[in-house]
């Protein structure tokens, strides 16, 4: 008896001290835990576990996934902690002068880890960011390549996952000419189209342009949870929206409508074919977009880590090629703002042009490898590939531009200079379909091998 009360004495004098190790650490103790890990796993469902594997599946880049617990009314504070498995840390709200949102309200701060600069910009390297929308939370806490990404089930269960985006593939992408034509043929493929009320905003200042795009997503992307996707796919377009407003372009990004085409994907240059088609599989895309005066049409799709991260058929479009593939594992890599990127006449830095013309000589990407004699860090923007550098230069959500500088060190050349190129193009790509009629915010048909229904807004 004696010995085991010893053992239980010195079991809580380890917790006492581990208590007083971790207040000695934290300088606010009192700030609320926003996400913890659950001890108890038993309120998930099967479907539930199965849903978290299959964010695992495929995807090296992926570490781990596991179930925790949020507390929203942290949100409400100016900081409060985060204990994200293997590591814990304290996040700072960060005034942003950003346009807000708009799908929901957006929290927005930095991950103070022990040697911060206190207000140091870290271009998105070290950055908390949630986006609270229809009383749920989706969001991403990025350290360095790594980032803890935030998503729940479709019953209502949180998890995080935690990925390496150093490990996604080292090509980023792939280029179909749009002169690949398809032989016409008739789909029938089920499938239907959802509608989003999205609110016309109110018009802009001279030069804000607003780009509205339908998404289309594979049976895959779609994992089984649609709300888990829509929520992903509102949250990375708006950082998309911030990455091109943060490098001076006012580009507005408007989700216009979602189509769920009952897709089964099998390549990304496949899918930018199937794109061009009106009356091929991904015809569903072509009527959303006319419904919805959409400008662009991005088509989600899962793939696996031997698939590159996205792909459109050249450097610049038409109203005829607007069209881009992005793999969902990849949006943390600012995969959408890359691909838009492309479309808006923006190239890779020179050493991966490939045989894709350039549509300008300035308009490349720009990276500056790191010095590991100096220690200097290195960087690439978001157009550059990663795997140019000797050293490390991992990706800031921000375009090459000369004007700009980033840890003291011009942000691009005259040569490397994308935001030239974007700023050249983003009016026209904007206006390719008109702006809608006000009027016109109603419901869509929903088409389905049944007939034509109707579908709530999500
Ligand atoms: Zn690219």
Redesign the pocket.
């Known amino acids: 008896m004696k010995t085991w009360f010893g053992k239980c004495l010195i079991v809580m004098l380890f917790a006492l001290q581990a208590q007083a190790s971790q207040r000695a650490e934290n300088p606010h103790p009192l700030s609320p835990r926003f996400l913890d890990v659950l001890v108890s796993t038993d309120h998930l469902t099967k479907s539930d576990r199965a849903s978290m594997e299959r964010r695992k599946a495929g995807d090296e880049s992926v570490e781990w996934v596991i179930p925790v617990k949020i507390d929203l009314n942290a949100l409400k504070g100016d900081r409060f902690e985060a204990f994200l498995f293997d590591r814990h840390v304290v996040i700072r709200r960060r005034e942003s002068n950003l346009a807000p949102p708009q799908y929901g309200e957006r929290w927005q701060g930095e991950v103070w880890l022990p040697g911060d600069a206190p207000d140091s910009d870290h271009m998105g390297l070290r950055d908390a960011d949630f986006l609270i929308r229809r009383g749920r939370v989706t969001g991403a806490i990025r350290i360095g390549q790594i980032v803890y990404q935030l998503s729940s089930t479709s019953n209502g269960a949180y998890y995080i996952f935690k990925q390496d985006v150093s490990k996604l593939p080292e090509k ?4 179909v000419p749009d002169d690949a034509i398809y032989p016409s043929g008739s789909s029938t493929q089920p499938s239907y189209y959802i509608d989003l009320p999205i609110p016309r905003p109110s018009p802009p200042p001279q030069q804000i342009h607003t780009a509205r795009i339908v998404i289309g997503f594979s049976t895959e992307a779609m994992d089984g949870n649609l709300n888990a996707l829509v929520d992903d796919i509102h949250y990375w377009v708006d950082q998309s929206r911030s990455a091109y407003s943060a490098s001076g372009i006012p580009l507005m990004l408007d989700v216009a409508a979602f189509a769920q085409p009952g897709y089964t994907e099998s390549s990304i240059s496949k899918t930018l074919n199937d794109l061009r088609r009106t009356d091929g599989p991904l015809w569903l895309l072509h009527q959303a977009r006319h419904y919805q005066y959409a400008d662009v049409m991005l088509m989600v799709v899962k793939g696996t880590n031997n698939w590159e ?4 058929h050249n450097i610049g479009s038409t109203r005829e090629t607007a069209y881009m593939v992005v793999r969902r594992g990849c949006f943390s890599q600012g995969s959408i703002a ?2 838009l ?2 479309l808006l006449g923006a ?2 830095n020179q050493e ?1 042009v490939g045989h894709q013309p350039a549509k300008y000589e300035f308009g490349h ?1 720009y990276y500056r490898d790191s010095e590991p004699h100096s220690g200097t860090p290195g960087f690439s923007t978001l ?1 550059a ?1 990663q795997r140019s550098c000797l050293y490390q230069c991992p990706r800031i959500m921000r375009f090459s531009d000369p004007r700009a500088i980033h840890n003291g060190h011009p942000r691009g050349t005259p040569y490397n200079n994308n935001v030239q190129a974007i700023l050249l193009n983003y009016g026209a790509l904007a206006n390719y379909y008109p702006d809608p009629p006000r009027s016109n915010q109603s419901a869509q048909p929903l088409h389905t091998p049944q007939g034509i229904r109707w579908i709530p807004a999500l």
């Open positions: 980023d992408d792939v280029f991260c996205g792909g459109t890359h691909e990127g492309h190239h890779h991966e990407g157009m590939y």
